[in-house]
Every structure is written in structure tokens, then in C-alpha cells.
T-cell receptor
Framework: AQRVTQPEKLLSVFKGAPVELKCNYSYSGSPELFWYVQYSRQRLQLLLR??SRESIKGFTADLNKGETSFHLKKPFAQEEDSAMYYC???????????FGTGTRLQVTL | KAGVTQTPRYLIKTRGQQVTLSCSPI?????VSWYQQTPGQGLQFLFE???????NKGNFPGRFSGRQFSNSRSEMNVSTLELGDSALYLCASSTTGVTNYGYTFGSGTRLTVV
């Protein structure tokens, strides 16, 4: 069965500490992978897509096909990173973007 | 350019009633997807439309339906509302629904069923 797992509901880190938000997926074929972020009182927005290998707001995500993981990382957390983060595989054949349950990142001073 | 627009922003309905939500995608976007967001279930896929055709449907009862018009605007309808239908309904659009660019989301319609 196709499944995406974000094992942590809440991740609390201190400002300046490294952040890693975990995402594991179980999909047949090769889905495309995205990270979405939802800041307080804002709409859900695209943060990263694996195909572009970009770094947005200091975040990066490496696709590990062997481990079927797409963890989101940032070396030094900032207060403004506090938000809800969703990992989302996309299967083109199914025309469907599936969201994980999300991880709430809380960055404290 | 204008983003994804959802109307209305808030709705309060009574059990048993029906409701229609509207979504206007970004100009040029032909794919529209709908999601239900609740604290308990997170983001659940409802359906996706492309060029007026439903391409995929999530695991929701038949009370949930949708359609897309020739100008790519989309509506979703929920009939015989239940208390459990209270949620934030999100619409997302993309150019073709396929690959690279992900989806752009609207602010949502918050439906409360009493």
C-alpha cells in the first residue's frame, strides 16, 4: 500500500540547533517528493521539491531511494521556522498529492 | 498574478443541509484538487479535476462531489451534512497536475456543521 510516514508529531529545538524532519514513504515506482509548510494563520505553501535540488530558507532535502526517505534538514533553526511541515509524495499516474500527518516544528530561544 | 481564491471563507450549516464551495484557480492552471483538513485526520485528498474531468477521487462517501467548469473554476458539494464534515476545505491548483511545480493552495473554506 502507498504510504507516507512522518514519525514525529512535534519536534522542539532551540534556536541555532540543527533540525531534521523525517519522512519515509512506501510507494511503487518513483514518486516525486515535496515538502509543504504551513505557518500560523497562513495558507499551505510549497517549500521544497526534490527534483530541483534547491535550498529554500536554508532547508534542504535529500531523496534516499534506498531507504525511501526524504528528510528535511536545516543546520541552524530560526524562530521563524516554527510551523507545520508536511511531506508529500506525488504520483503522476494517480494525479494525486498525498500528505503525511505533518510535524510541528517549534523553535525556542 | 492572483492566487487561488476560495469562497466563502467561513460557513455554518446545520446537519442534513447541503453546501457548495467554490474555488478559482490561478489563471492558466487547469488542474484543481480538493482536500479536507481536520486536526485528527490531517490533509485528506478528496478529488482532482483536469479540463473538466475528474481524474482521481479519494476515499470519501458519495455525499462529496465536485465539478470543474470550462474556465477551470471548480466547485465541491457536500450533501446531507454530518457533524463530522466540519473541517477546513482546501483547494489547490497547478498547471497540469503533473510534476515539478507542486500545487498552489487557497486559504480554504472553514465549514462548521452544527
Amino acid at each position: 500500500a502507498q504510504r507516507v510516514t512522518q514519525p514525529e508529531k512535534l519536534l522542539s529545538v532551540f534556536k541555532g540547533a540543527p533540525v531534521e524532519l523525517k519522512c519515509n514513504y512506501s510507494y511503487s515506482g518513483s514518486p516525486e517528493l515535496f515538502w509543504y509548510v504551513q505557518y500560523s494563520r497562513q495558507r499551505l505553501q510549497l517549500l521544497l521539491r526534490h527534483i530541483s535540488r534547491e535550498s529554500i530558507k536554508g532547508f534542504t532535502a535529500d531523496l534516499n531511494k534506498g531507504e525511501t526517505s526524504f528528510h528535511l534538514k536545516k543546520p541552524f533553526a530560526q524562530e521563524e521556522d516554527s510551523a507545520m511541515y508536511y511531506c508529500a509524495p506525488y504520483t503522476g499516474t494517480a494525479s494525486k498529492l498525498t500528505f503525511g500527518t505533518g510535524t510541528r516544528l517549534q523553535v525556542t530561544l | 498574478k492572483a492566487g487561488v481564491t476560495q469562497t466563502p471563507r467561513y460557513l455554518i450549516k446545520t446537519r442534513g443541509q447541503q453546501v457548495t464551495l467554490s474555488c478559482s484557480p490561478i489563471s492558466g492552471h487547469r488542474s484543481v484538487s480538493w482536500y479536507q483538513q481536520t486536526p485528527g485526520q490531517g490533509l485528506q485528498f478528496l478529488f482532482e479535476y483536469f479540463s473538466e474531468t475528474q481524474r482521481n477521487k479519494g476515499n470519501f462517501p458519495g455525499r462529496f462531489s465536485g465539478r470543474q467548469f470550462s474556465n477551470s473554476r471548480s466547485e465541491m458539494n457536500v450533501s446531507t451534512l454530518e457533524l463530522g464534515d466540519s473541517a477546513l476545505y482546501l483547494c489547490a491548483s497547478s498547471t497540469t497536475g503533473v510534476t515539478n511545480y507542486g500545487y498552489t493552495f487557497g486559504s480554504g473554506t472553514r465549514l462548521t456543521v452544527v
